[in-house]
């Protein structure tokens, strides 16, 4: 057995396409640059969202957000590194973008 812990795959009931916030609002994708959280337990975690309104609902309205196909996920783990995806997870309003686009604090 390998002593590398090698990162776990997408799970297969995943929707095909997830939404996913970032940290600033941007007029062109490729500028885009997802959010990362860091757990109570110092992980890394890529928060995802399955629709658009569960997005808002648990980031707030003033979320910046792009949508790709889940299969990119691990793409974005490559110039991204993270330790888990946490599916629809609401997000605390203290912890939620201000209408500048900024975090607060």
Do not use: K
Not at 22 to 37: F, G, I, K
Not at 52 to 78: A, F, K, S
């Amino acid at each position: 057995m390998n002593s590398t812990a090698s990162p776990r795959p997408v799970p297969p009931e995943f929707p095909p396409v997830v939404y996913l916030p970032c940290t600033t609002h941007v007029s062109s994708p490729a500028d885009a640059v997802v959010e990362l959280r860091r757990t109570r337990d110092g992980r890394m975690a890529l928060m995802v969202y399955s629709a658009l309104d569960r997005l808002h609902y648990c980031c707030g309205d003033d979320q910046p957000w792009m949508v790709v196909p889940t299969p990119v996920l691990e793409d974005i783990r490559q110039a991204q590194p993270y330790d888990l995806i946490l599916l629809d997870v609401i997000i605390p309003p203290e912890h939620r973008h201000a209408a500048q686009g900024a975090p607060d604090a």
